[in-house]
């Protein structure tokens, strides 16, 4: 029999919707049998499942399972978690084959959805589309599965401090770190982590509520970290670290309360990388800063600029060998050491590592940056229709341009005055547009382009759209 799922839910990078509008059990069941089916054609047969702290998760895993055994896939359930925690017991474990978490990510709570791996690589594009045409077309493999349910936490949690080793333990038994789970998935790893790292730490929102009382957990919205620097100032902690809903992004503050943000991370991430790694490729997308390429060549490594979504970086990590990449979001990838999934646990552990091993203090590295004026990331509403025509007509318009003009996502145009950005969101009917000066002036003059190039086409800056 045939299955139609809502348009708005097979996104590019994942499937997400609405409960109880756009997205619920017949859904998951619908995908669990899809995803089975490809699974099956590929060779594959075990698969593991996950799930974040929202109220529908329970629900959607229930049906999802149903979905995999009635397409032949057998089950491995590793319960609530972060999904870098089902990521783990994918690439962990030679017998399995793939993997479904089912979370919403920062999304508000009455969202949910699934990030899927594919045997070994990420599941996206036209991967969910394929999804969608078997649904519609009916034509799932049919067969039975098996279930069992595997704890892994703890497994996890090892992993996770191995990324310590050969760390001078009397550096570390001197941190105070504040950390903050946003009452997301995270949450009850974190808690297992700390206990088991030297040093003082202080947690905030620990608890499981997909309800998210205390703040909405997207670590890269600066409303969202003021618990966290109110903690790092009253207890004048060296840094503070804070997760998204499922634990994929990572925001993070210095001791003066700062915020670190992802590519500035990434510097840090860099720095302690390629004093090991020289001449490596550090992959960062179109939203980073210049100072992050920048100091990438400075280190000796090999700055690459690549598309923004976790899925398409880290696709492009897998092609070019590189041991490292990062997103303006918080999702950072470490193949060095890892398996090259973003996992914000992890990221806090290396944060932790690269500040010992460089030795200076988290403050200092943030402290030591280029103070570059830049403009917070600029999205707008604009139909769906236009949205990718108006960047092709940016292009067009550009194509004489003395400035260096970038196209590797969007249009980034590097001057004098610094660079902006003009992309179309892969998720959302939005525009998103951001500038980097190192002047006011400057700002303002790359600003006044990007609403010259959208009056062309018709547009102007509009008030902000919601992620």
Same mark, same amino acid.
């Given at each position: 029999m045939?299955?139609? /799922?809502?348009?708005?839910?097979?996104?590019?990078? +994942? &499937?997400?919707? %609405?409960?109880?509008e756009t997205l619920g059990a017949d859904d998951a069941r619908a995908i669990g049998r899809g995803f089975a089916t490809?699974?099956?054609?590929?060779?594959?047969?075990?698969?593991a499942v996950g799930y974040d702290g929202r109220v529908s998760s329970p629900m959607l895993e229930h049906a999802l399972i149903e979905g995999l055994n009635a397409s032949g896939?057998?089950?491995?359930?590793?319960?609530?978690?972060?999904?870098?925690?089902?990521?783990?017991?994918?690439?962990?474990?030679?017998?399995?084959?793939?993997?479904?978490?089912?979370?919403?990510?920062?999304?508000?709570?009455?969202?949910?959805?699934?990030?899927?791996? /594919?045997?070994?690589?990420?599941?996206?594009?036209? +991967? &969910?589309?394929? %999804?969608?045409?078997?649904?519609?077309?009916g034509a799932w493999t049919d067969g039975t599965g098996e279930v069992e349910t595997r704890d892994i936490m703890e497994d996890y949690i090892d992993r996770l401090l191995a990324g310590l080793d050969g760390i001078d333990q009397e550096r570390l038994a001197s941190l105070r770190i504040g950390w903050d789970a946003g009452n997301g998935a995270a949450g009850p790893a974190l808690e297992k982590l700390v206990a088991k790292l030297p040093g003082e730490h202080h947690l905030l929102y620990t608890e499981v509520d997909g309800d998210f009382p205390n703040h909405h957990p997207d670590p890269t919205v600066v409303e969202n970290l003021a618990d966290l620097q109110s903690l790092v100032s009253a207890k004048s902690l060296d840094f503070g670290i804070a997760?998204?809903?499922?634990?994929?992004?990572?925001?993070?503050?210095d001791g003066e309360g700062r915020v670190i943000w992802g590519d500035q991370l990434l510097m840090i991430y860099a720095e302690d990388l390629l004093r090991r790694s020289k001449g490596a490729t550090i992959i960062a997308d179109v939203k980073a800063s210049r100072a992050l390429f920048d100091h990438v060549a400075a280190c000796g490594g090999n700055p690459?600029?690549?598309?923004?979504?976790?899925?398409?970086?880290?696709?492009?990590?897998?092609?070019?060998?590189?041991?490292?990449?990062?997103?303006?979001?918080?999702?950072?990838?470490?193949?060095?050491?890892?398996?090259g999934y973003d996992d914000a646990l992890y990221a806090g552990i290396r944060l932790i590592a690269a500040a010992a091993r460089l030795g200076k203090s988290v403050t200092e590295l943030r402290g030591g940056m280029p103070d570059m004026i830049n403009t917070p990331e600029m999205r707008f509403q604009v139909d769906e229709s236009r949205k990718f025509a108006v960047i092709d007509e940016v292009k067009d318009r550009l194509a004489d341009s003395p400035d260096d003009v970038n196209a590797t996502d969007g249009v980034r145009v590097t001057n004098d005055d610094g660079w902006w950005l003009l992309r179309a969101s892969n998720t959302q009917d939005v525009l998103v547009a951001r500038a980097e000066s190192d002047s006011e002036e400057g700002l303002e003059r790359l600003m006044a382009q990007i609403d010259d190039q959208l009056a062309k086409s018709g547009l102007q800056r509009g008030p902000q759209a919601a992620h």
């Open positions: 045939s299955y139609q /799922f809502d348009p708005s839910v097979l996104r590019e990078y +994942d &499937i997400r919707g %609405i409960i109880g490809l699974l099956r054609e590929a060779g594959g047969k075990k698969v896939c057998d089950v491995v359930r590793v319960g609530l978690g972060p999904t870098p925690m089902l990521y783990y017991a994918e690439a962990s474990s030679e017998e399995v084959d793939g993997g479904i978490q089912i979370t919403g990510s920062h999304n508000p709570a009455n969202y949910n959805g699934f990030k899927m791996v /594919f045997k070994g690589r990420p599941f996206f594009g036209a +991967d &969910i589309q394929k %999804i969608g045409e078997l649904a519609a077309a997760f998204d809903g499922d634990g994929d992004r990572i925001g993070a503050i690459l600029m690549w598309k923004t979504g976790h899925s398409l970086i880290k696709s492009k990590m897998k092609e070019t060998g590189s041991p490292l990449a990062g997103e303006m979001s918080g999702h950072v990838f470490f193949a060095d050491e890892y398996y």
